[in-house]
Structure formats: structure tokens, C-alpha cells
Nanobody, 123 residues
């Protein structure tokens, strides 16, 4: 049984930081590209960041250039999303997803999904 479990969400003030984690089990972590997506209230889900199977390539959405950093730890079977200089518009449910075909910011290419973790940026 495969699982992707997100954690690390919560309430943070504007300008603050959070680190999200996505723990993977039930399939071979090192064979999969991992992406982070988010869905803000009243909006469609959008891709945020993706990291390739061996971590040598990352892709970030234009909405988060330089503020979000994705990384992966093959020992822990975990992908991290370090989010800095958070803004109110970053408020969303954040999901991680896995793809064995490509590292992209498009939902259609993802094979497995987590259930999400809520990030709220507010003073």
C-alpha cells in the first residue's frame, strides 16, 4: 500500500518560514520524481515545485522564484519544501505527488498523491 504523507503545515506570519515534509512509503522512492502542489481557497490546484529522481534538477513555479527550495533525502524517503518570505497569497493546502515519468508542475503526470497539509499565512 503506497502512502505520501505531508506534514509541517500551520499558521505563520507574513515574512515567516515553514518547512513542509512529504514522507513516501509503499513504492521505490528513488524511482520517482516528487512535486509539490497547492490549492488556495476558491482556486484551482497549481504546481509549485518539483525535484527529479536523483535530485539533480528542480523546477519552481514563477509565483515562488527563490522563496521556495525543494530537496529530497533518500535515506528518510522524504522530500522537503522550505518556504521563506511567506505571503498571504501562499495560504493554501499543500500536496505532494509522485511521478515515475517526469518532473513537472502539471497534475496530469502524477501517479500518487498525498492528502495535503494546510498552510495559513496571516498576522
Amino acid at each position: 500500500q503506497w502512502h505520501l504523507v505531508e506534514s509541517g503545515g500551520g499558521l505563520v506570519q507574513p515574512g515567516g518560514s515553514l518547512r513542509l515534509s512529504c514522507h513516501v512509503s509503499g513504492f521505490t522512492f528513488d524511482y520517482y520524481n516528487i512535486g509539490w502542489f497547492r490549492q488556495a481557497p476558491g482556486k484551482e490546484r497549481e504546481g509549485v515545485s518539483c525535484i527529479s529522481v536523483n535530485g539533480d534538477r528542480t523546477t519552481n513555479a514563477d509565483s515562488v522564484p527563490g522563496r521556495f527550495i525543494i530537496s529530497r533525502d533518500s535515506v528518510k524517503n522524504t522530500v522537503f519544501l522550505q518556504m521563506n518570505l511567506l505571503k498571504s497569497e501562499d495560504t493554501a493546502v499543500y500536496y505532494c505527488a509522485a511521478s515515475n515519468s517526469s518532473c513537472s508542475l502539471y497534475e496530469s503526470g502524477m501517479d500518487y498523491w498525498g492528502r495535503g497539509t494546510l498552510v495559513t499565512v496571516s498576522s
